[in-house]
């Protein structure tokens, strides 16, 4: 009897063994996945990759949740958490129903969830690896024609050329270069001399190649943030200077919230900004014709943005045959509605509140660079930002799996 007990426990401990491993494995898969919608054509050129990246994400989907409450019912089985996870998993239903979007659970299920049962170094290892797998997988597709698309752009005014190696826009290489260098900042414990040269050799890559200033900014702003984490650290701030510390940190992103729709809705700066690298301007005249045209509402509305009728365009003096919406504070409200822009501001101002109190400065730091480059792009609620949103939400491996709800 007691020699079945334990075969019967080995066989278990295998199964949690690879089981565990599996997670890390799959979630790599997933992002992958995501980050070939940034690659042009590939839906178009491979239609059978459409329908099976669709049917794996959501079979992706499904085990994640399988996942959790293996891990639930393996722990201390927290009714409030358990209830938790299935008002989260309705609501994200609600949403994809009536609002015809998967952005909450995408972005926010594996942090409020999973990660609390993750490993984060074994987690963000797989990010980088998938981050890699991917480019290396884009750049092939790209060599050998499958994606057909225009290998270089010129940038307006400037006659600046742009690689896109294979990717939708040249700003997303910029993005996926600086995707990388943050999540490898944020596996690192401690920022070193070699990788502030790193950090600055990809910002020069980006400045050069895609010449994506706005990543290379980007970049060099994750530099000031290494530095002034480490200060913060060194002064050892007590109790009531996290606080300030905190009250400034939100005051800044409201701020730059406030600051977009002022000069959006008054063209406050006009003159300043439209003499400016990147098309500054143009993100918040753009903003102010979507707004017009289509307004905020509760659940969004699906556009084809980059199509407007002719009526459209001489009634709201369109000068061009297409409006982007690059403003990501425009864009999540006007193609995803209020509800999930509400939830997306709680979860960035939650993940701030976390990082100062377990004193995660460099992160706090960070979350004050992605809500300014929200500004002018729009990747920061796209799911590849998943990991980003992630980095509070893991346990040490002393405290108990169900204690940290929010």
């Not at 009536?98 to 969830?113: C, E, G, R, S």
């Not at 004193?359 to 002018?376: M, N, T």
């Amino acid at each position: 009897m007691k020699n079945s007990v334990k075969v019967i426990n080995l066989k278990l401990n295998f199964f949690t063994k690879y089981f565990d491993i599996t997670i890390y494995v799959l979630i790599g898969v997933w992002l992958i996945l995501r980050f070939f919608e940034y690659s042009t054509n590939i839906f178009s050129q491979l239609p059978s990759y459409y329908f099976f990246q669709l049917k794996l994400t959501k079979f992706l989907s499904i085990f994640f949740v399988i996942y959790y409450l293996v891990k639930w019912v393996e722990n201390s089985r927290s009714r409030f958490n358990f209830v938790f996870c299935l008002a989260f998993i309705f609501l994200s239903y609600y949403l994809n129903k009536y609002a015809k979007t998967q952005l909450v659970f995408d972005l926010f299920f594996i942090p409020l969830f999973l990660c609390r049962y993750l490993n984060r170094d074994k987690f963000y290892l797989s990010v980088l690896i998938s981050i890699c797998v991917f480019f290396v997988i884009n750049l092939a597709l790209n060599y050998f024609g499958a994606l057909q698309n225009p290998q270089v752009f010129v940038r307006n005014g400037t006659g600046a050329v742009r690689y896109n190696f294979g990717l939708v826009h040249p700003n997303l290489l910029g993005f996926i270069a600086f995707l990388f260098c943050l999540y490898y900042s944020l596996k690192k414990k401690k920022i070193k001399l070699f990788d502030y040269v790193l950090f600055v050799i990809f910002a020069f890559l980006c400045y050069k190649v895609p010449n994506s200033i706005t990543s290379s900014c980007l970049l060099l702003l994750l530099l000031i943030c290494c530095f002034v984490a480490n200060f913060l650290t060194k002064m050892s701030l007590n109790n009531n200077q996290n606080k300030l510390l905190l009250l400034f940190l939100i005051a800044v992103v409201l701020l730059i919230l406030f600051t977009t729709y002022y000069i959006t809705f008054t063209a406050s700066f006009k003159n300043v900004l439209q003499n400016m690298p990147g098309a500054i301007w143009a993100r918040f005249e753009l903003s102010k014709v979507g707004y017009d045209m289509f307004g905020f509402s509760l659940f969004g509305k699906f556009i084809e943005y980059y199509t407007i009728a002719v009526a459209e365009m001489k009634k709201y003096n369109v000068r061009e045959w297409w409006v982007i919406l690059d403003c990501s504070y425009f864009y999540l409200p006007i193609i995803h509605g209020l509800i999930v822009y509400a939830i997306y501001l709680g979860m960035v101002f939650t993940s701030l509140i976390r990082g100062i109190l377990k004193k995660e400065y460099f992160y706090a730091l960070l979350i004050v660079v992605i809500v300014i480059y929200g500004v002018s792009e729009t990747v920061i609620f796209r799911a590849v930002m998943m990991p980003f949103f992630a980095y509070t939400f893991f346990l040490p491996k002393t405290q108990n799996r169900e204690d940290d709800a929010l």
